[in-house]
Protein backbone atom coordinates (compact mmCIF):
# COMPACT_ATOMS: atom_id res chain seq x y z
CA UNK A 1 0.00 0.00 0.00
CA UNK A 2 1.54 3.43 -0.70
CA UNK A 3 1.91 5.98 1.76
CA UNK A 4 -0.90 8.31 2.00
CA UNK A 5 1.09 11.31 1.71
CA UNK A 6 2.77 13.62 -1.07
CA UNK A 7 6.56 12.69 -0.54
CA UNK A 8 8.39 10.80 -3.43
CA UNK A 9 11.74 9.77 -3.42
CA UNK A 10 13.15 9.31 -7.01
CA UNK A 11 15.53 6.87 -7.63
CA UNK A 12 17.78 7.29 -10.74
CA UNK A 13 19.58 3.49 -10.97
CA UNK A 14 21.81 1.54 -13.96
CA UNK A 15 24.49 0.37 -15.09
CA UNK A 16 27.64 2.25 -14.31
CA UNK A 17 28.10 4.71 -17.16
CA UNK A 18 25.12 5.18 -18.28
CA UNK A 19 24.43 9.04 -17.33
CA UNK A 20 22.59 8.77 -13.87
CA UNK A 21 24.57 11.38 -12.43
CA UNK A 22 23.33 13.59 -15.19
CA UNK A 23 20.01 12.48 -14.83
CA UNK A 24 19.49 12.82 -11.44
CA UNK A 25 21.27 16.27 -11.00
CA UNK A 26 18.96 18.07 -13.60
CA UNK A 27 15.61 16.17 -12.28
CA UNK A 28 17.12 17.64 -8.51
CA UNK A 29 17.05 21.01 -10.27
CA UNK A 30 13.91 20.73 -11.78
CA UNK A 31 12.28 19.62 -8.28
CA UNK A 32 14.48 22.34 -6.63
CA UNK A 33 15.98 19.04 -4.37
CA UNK A 34 18.83 17.77 -3.33
CA UNK A 35 20.48 14.10 -4.41
CA UNK A 36 21.81 11.19 -2.27
CA UNK A 37 24.12 8.99 -3.63
CA UNK A 38 23.54 5.11 -3.57
CA UNK A 39 26.77 4.02 -4.60
CA UNK A 40 28.63 2.41 -2.60
CA UNK A 41 32.19 3.08 -4.16
CA UNK A 42 31.63 6.77 -3.98
CA UNK A 43 31.55 6.74 -0.10
CA UNK A 44 35.24 7.10 0.39
CA UNK A 45 36.93 10.71 0.31
CA UNK A 46 40.75 8.92 -0.96
CA UNK A 47 38.57 7.53 -4.14
CA UNK A 48 37.97 9.83 -6.47
CA UNK A 49 38.87 8.96 -9.69
CA UNK A 50 38.38 5.63 -10.16
CA UNK A 51 34.86 6.07 -8.90
CA UNK A 52 33.15 8.56 -10.87
CA UNK A 53 32.62 10.76 -8.37
CA UNK A 54 30.52 14.13 -9.78
CA UNK A 55 32.83 16.57 -10.53
CA UNK A 56 33.10 20.01 -8.82
CA UNK A 57 30.72 21.67 -11.65
CA UNK A 58 28.02 18.52 -10.81
CA UNK A 59 28.31 18.51 -7.17
CA UNK A 60 27.74 22.46 -6.59
CA UNK A 61 24.87 22.61 -9.10
CA UNK A 62 22.64 20.67 -6.47
CA UNK A 63 23.57 19.85 -2.81
CA UNK A 64 24.79 16.13 -2.79
CA UNK A 65 24.73 14.13 0.20
CA UNK A 66 27.09 10.54 0.97
CA UNK A 67 29.58 11.46 -1.67
CA UNK A 68 33.31 11.10 0.12
CA UNK A 69 31.54 11.03 3.40
CA UNK A 70 33.50 7.95 4.86
CA UNK A 71 37.36 7.20 4.95
CA UNK A 72 38.61 3.54 3.31
CA UNK A 73 39.99 3.11 7.25
CA UNK A 74 36.15 2.78 8.74
CA UNK A 75 33.73 0.00 8.48
CA UNK A 76 30.82 1.32 6.63
CA UNK A 77 28.03 -1.45 6.24
CA UNK A 78 24.83 -0.99 3.38
CA UNK A 79 22.83 -1.60 7.23
CA UNK A 80 25.00 1.81 8.40
CA UNK A 81 23.92 3.56 5.04
CA UNK A 82 20.33 2.72 5.66
CA UNK A 83 20.07 3.66 8.63
CA UNK A 84 21.74 7.23 8.06
CA UNK A 85 19.96 7.62 4.67
CA UNK A 86 16.56 7.29 6.30
CA UNK A 87 17.01 9.02 9.25
CA UNK A 88 18.34 12.04 6.67
CA UNK A 89 15.45 11.38 4.56
CA UNK A 90 13.09 12.20 7.22
CA UNK A 91 14.65 15.97 7.86
CA UNK A 92 15.00 16.36 3.93
CA UNK A 93 11.05 15.62 3.79
CA UNK A 94 10.29 18.32 6.20
CA UNK A 95 11.70 20.59 3.58
CA UNK A 96 11.22 18.97 -0.22
CA UNK A 97 8.14 17.11 -1.02
CA UNK A 98 10.70 15.25 -3.83
CA UNK A 99 14.55 13.93 -3.11
CA UNK A 100 16.46 12.38 -5.37
CA UNK A 101 18.20 9.16 -5.22
CA UNK A 102 21.03 7.68 -7.77
CA UNK A 103 23.40 4.66 -7.57
CA UNK A 104 24.24 1.73 -9.65
CA UNK A 105 24.66 -0.29 -6.43
CA UNK A 106 21.04 -2.43 -6.14
CA UNK A 107 22.11 -3.44 -2.60
CA UNK A 108 22.23 -0.14 -1.15
CA UNK A 109 19.20 1.44 -3.06
CA UNK A 110 17.12 -1.62 -2.15
CA UNK A 111 17.95 -1.02 1.23
CA UNK A 112 16.52 2.92 1.14
CA UNK A 113 13.39 2.06 -0.55
CA UNK A 114 12.35 -1.74 1.13
CA UNK A 115 14.48 -2.55 3.91
CA UNK A 116 16.88 -4.86 4.26
CA UNK A 117 16.32 -8.50 4.53
CA UNK A 118 16.85 -10.63 8.06
CA UNK A 119 19.70 -13.45 7.89
CA UNK A 120 19.69 -16.30 9.78
CA UNK A 121 22.94 -16.59 12.47
CA UNK A 122 26.19 -18.45 11.16
CA UNK A 123 29.05 -19.77 12.93
CA UNK A 124 32.16 -17.21 12.99
CA UNK A 125 34.13 -20.49 12.32
CA UNK A 126 32.49 -20.49 8.87
CA UNK A 127 33.63 -16.96 8.14
CA UNK A 128 36.92 -17.48 8.45
CA UNK A 129 37.50 -20.84 7.31
CA UNK A 130 36.20 -18.70 3.46
CA UNK A 131 38.54 -15.99 4.75
CA UNK A 132 41.46 -18.65 4.84
CA UNK A 133 40.36 -19.83 1.49
CA UNK A 134 40.64 -16.22 0.33
CA UNK A 135 43.57 -16.21 1.25
CA UNK A 136 45.46 -19.47 0.53
CA UNK A 137 43.16 -20.03 -3.04
CA UNK A 138 42.12 -16.47 -4.33
CA UNK A 139 38.47 -14.85 -4.74
CA UNK A 140 38.47 -17.44 -7.98
CA UNK A 141 37.98 -20.34 -5.79
CA UNK A 142 35.29 -18.51 -3.75
CA UNK A 143 33.34 -17.49 -7.23
CA UNK A 144 33.12 -20.50 -8.43
CA UNK A 145 31.82 -22.08 -5.20
CA UNK A 146 29.22 -19.40 -4.96
CA UNK A 147 28.28 -20.50 -8.38
CA UNK A 148 27.64 -23.81 -7.51
CA UNK A 149 25.65 -23.11 -4.57
CA UNK A 150 23.31 -19.93 -5.87
CA UNK A 151 23.63 -19.49 -9.66
CA UNK A 152 21.13 -16.71 -9.15
CA UNK A 153 22.99 -14.54 -6.98
CA UNK A 154 26.21 -15.77 -8.63
CA UNK A 155 24.75 -13.68 -11.62
CA UNK A 156 23.75 -10.32 -9.75
CA UNK A 157 26.60 -9.86 -7.10
CA UNK A 158 30.49 -7.64 -7.56
CA UNK A 159 32.26 -11.13 -8.02
CA UNK A 160 35.34 -8.49 -7.54
CA UNK A 161 34.18 -8.28 -3.82
CA UNK A 162 35.48 -10.82 -1.56
CA UNK A 163 33.29 -9.55 1.62
CA UNK A 164 29.93 -9.80 -0.88
CA UNK A 165 31.13 -13.05 -2.10
CA UNK A 166 31.65 -14.12 1.30
CA UNK A 167 28.71 -13.18 3.10
CA UNK A 168 26.58 -15.23 0.26
CA UNK A 169 28.77 -18.11 0.93
CA UNK A 170 28.46 -17.98 4.13
CA UNK A 171 24.40 -18.06 4.50
CA UNK A 172 24.42 -20.69 1.68
CA UNK A 173 26.91 -22.82 3.83
CA UNK A 174 25.87 -22.36 7.03
CA UNK A 175 21.78 -22.95 5.94
CA UNK A 176 22.13 -24.97 3.30
CA UNK A 177 19.63 -22.56 1.19
CA UNK A 178 20.68 -20.14 -1.39
CA UNK A 179 21.69 -16.95 -0.68
CA UNK A 180 19.07 -15.50 -2.67
CA UNK A 181 16.27 -17.06 -1.37
CA UNK A 182 16.71 -15.06 1.96
CA UNK A 183 16.16 -11.96 -0.49
CA UNK A 184 12.37 -12.05 -1.38
CA UNK A 185 11.51 -11.32 2.14
CA UNK A 186 8.50 -8.53 3.53
CA UNK A 187 9.08 -5.10 2.49
CA UNK A 188 9.30 -2.14 5.09
CA UNK A 189 6.96 0.05 4.81
CA UNK A 190 8.40 3.44 4.59
CA UNK A 191 6.73 6.96 5.00
CA UNK A 192 7.17 8.01 1.81
CA UNK A 193 6.44 7.17 -1.99
CA UNK A 194 8.90 5.57 -4.42
CA UNK A 195 9.57 5.56 -8.36
CA UNK A 196 12.35 4.01 -9.74
CA UNK A 197 14.15 5.14 -12.87
CA UNK A 198 16.49 3.74 -15.08
CA UNK A 199 18.61 5.09 -18.26
CA UNK A 200 18.27 2.41 -20.95
CA UNK A 201 20.42 1.71 -24.10
CA UNK A 202 21.34 -0.91 -25.89
CA UNK A 203 24.47 -3.08 -24.27
CA UNK A 204 27.13 -2.51 -26.90
CA UNK A 205 26.27 1.26 -25.89
CA UNK A 206 27.23 0.99 -22.45
CA UNK A 207 30.25 -0.77 -23.16
CA UNK A 208 31.00 1.76 -24.97
CA UNK A 209 30.79 4.38 -22.74
CA UNK A 210 32.10 2.55 -20.27
CA UNK A 211 35.44 1.48 -22.12
CA UNK A 212 35.71 5.81 -23.04
CA UNK A 213 34.92 6.48 -19.48
CA UNK A 214 38.13 3.96 -18.79
CA UNK A 215 40.29 5.89 -20.99
CA UNK A 216 39.47 8.99 -19.36
CA UNK A 217 40.10 8.22 -16.08
CA UNK A 218 43.49 6.84 -16.73
CA UNK A 219 43.91 9.94 -18.68
CA UNK A 220 42.93 12.21 -15.79
CA UNK A 221 45.41 10.43 -13.17
CA UNK A 222 43.54 7.15 -12.16
CA UNK A 223 47.26 5.18 -11.70
CA UNK A 224 48.45 7.88 -9.65
CA UNK A 225 45.60 7.26 -7.32
CA UNK A 226 45.99 3.51 -7.50
CA UNK A 227 49.71 3.98 -6.36
CA UNK A 228 48.86 6.09 -3.69
CA UNK A 229 46.49 3.73 -2.36
CA UNK A 230 48.59 0.54 -2.89
CA UNK A 231 49.61 0.39 0.64
CA UNK A 232 46.35 -0.29 2.06
CA UNK A 233 45.29 -2.65 -0.50
CA UNK A 234 44.31 -5.08 1.86
CA UNK A 235 41.20 -2.69 3.12
CA UNK A 236 37.65 -3.75 1.83
CA UNK A 237 36.86 -0.36 0.57
CA UNK A 238 39.81 -1.02 -2.29
CA UNK A 239 38.08 -4.76 -3.35
CA UNK A 240 36.66 -2.88 -6.62
CA UNK A 241 36.82 -2.62 -9.90
CA UNK A 242 39.86 -0.10 -11.32
CA UNK A 243 42.07 -0.27 -8.00
CA UNK A 244 42.58 -3.86 -8.25
CA UNK A 245 43.75 -4.36 -11.52
CA UNK A 246 46.48 -1.65 -11.18
CA UNK A 247 47.27 -2.85 -7.72
CA UNK A 248 48.72 -6.16 -9.86
CA UNK A 249 50.49 -4.17 -12.50
CA UNK A 250 52.16 -1.89 -9.71
CA UNK A 251 53.52 -4.83 -8.01
CA UNK A 252 54.83 -6.38 -11.48
CA UNK A 253 52.35 -9.07 -12.06
CA UNK A 254 51.54 -7.52 -15.07
CA UNK A 255 52.11 -4.68 -17.92
CA UNK A 256 49.65 -1.75 -17.97
CA UNK A 257 48.24 -2.41 -21.14
CA UNK A 258 46.91 -5.70 -19.91
CA UNK A 259 45.50 -4.23 -16.82
CA UNK A 260 43.44 -1.36 -18.26
CA UNK A 261 41.83 -3.95 -20.49
CA UNK A 262 40.76 -6.01 -17.33
CA UNK A 263 39.34 -2.66 -16.15
CA UNK A 264 37.29 -2.63 -18.92
CA UNK A 265 36.42 -6.36 -19.31
CA UNK A 266 35.61 -6.43 -15.40
CA UNK A 267 33.61 -3.45 -15.23
CA UNK A 268 31.72 -4.42 -18.69
CA UNK A 269 31.13 -7.25 -16.21
CA UNK A 270 30.07 -5.76 -13.06
CA UNK A 271 27.84 -3.88 -15.65
CA UNK A 272 26.00 -7.04 -16.95
CA UNK A 273 25.24 -7.66 -13.71
CA UNK A 274 23.60 -4.25 -12.85
CA UNK A 275 21.24 -5.13 -16.03
CA UNK A 276 20.13 -8.53 -14.34
CA UNK A 277 19.54 -6.88 -11.02
CA UNK A 278 17.80 -3.87 -12.18
CA UNK A 279 15.62 -5.34 -14.91
CA UNK A 280 14.27 -8.02 -12.21
CA UNK A 281 12.88 -4.67 -9.87
CA UNK A 282 9.55 -3.95 -10.25
CA UNK A 283 7.46 -0.98 -11.11
CA UNK A 284 11.15 0.92 -12.79
CA UNK A 285 10.37 3.20 -15.52
CA UNK A 286 12.66 2.82 -18.45
CA UNK A 287 13.88 6.01 -20.27
CA UNK A 288 15.82 6.00 -23.45
CA UNK A 289 19.55 7.48 -21.94
CA UNK A 290 19.15 10.32 -24.83
CA UNK A 291 15.88 11.27 -23.67
CA UNK A 292 14.81 15.17 -23.08
CA UNK A 293 15.57 15.73 -19.99
CA UNK A 294 11.50 17.34 -20.30
CA UNK A 295 10.11 14.06 -21.65
CA UNK A 296 11.50 12.17 -18.87
CA UNK A 297 9.97 14.75 -16.29
CA UNK A 298 6.34 14.12 -18.43
CA UNK A 299 6.93 10.52 -17.48
CA UNK A 300 7.47 10.94 -14.20
CA UNK A 301 4.12 13.19 -13.78
CA UNK A 302 2.11 10.71 -14.95
CA UNK A 303 3.64 8.27 -13.11
CA UNK A 304 2.12 10.02 -9.38
CA UNK A 305 1.16 13.14 -8.35
CA UNK A 306 3.99 14.54 -7.82
CA UNK A 307 4.17 18.17 -7.04
CA UNK A 308 5.90 20.44 -9.61
Given at each position: ??P???????????P??????????Q??????????????????????????????????A??????????????????????????????L???????????????????????????????????????????????????????A???????????????????????????????????????????????S????????????????????????????????????????????????E???Y?E???????A??????????????????????????????????????T??????????
Open positions: MEENSKYLISVVGTAIGKTALAILARHFKTVVLSADSRQFYREMSIGTAVPSPEELAVPHYFIQHKSIFETYTVGDFEQDAIALLKDFQEHDTVIMAGGSGLYVNAVLYGLDDFPEVSPALRDALNTTLRKEGITALQQELKLDPLYYQQVDLHNPQRVIRALEISKGTGKPYSSFLKGKKQSRPFNTLITPDAERQVIYDRINRRVDLMMQNGLLEEAKALLPHQHLNALQTVGYKLFRLGDCELEFVEEIKKNTRRFAKRQLTWFRKQPGTLRVDFQSEPSEIIRISDEGPIRQ
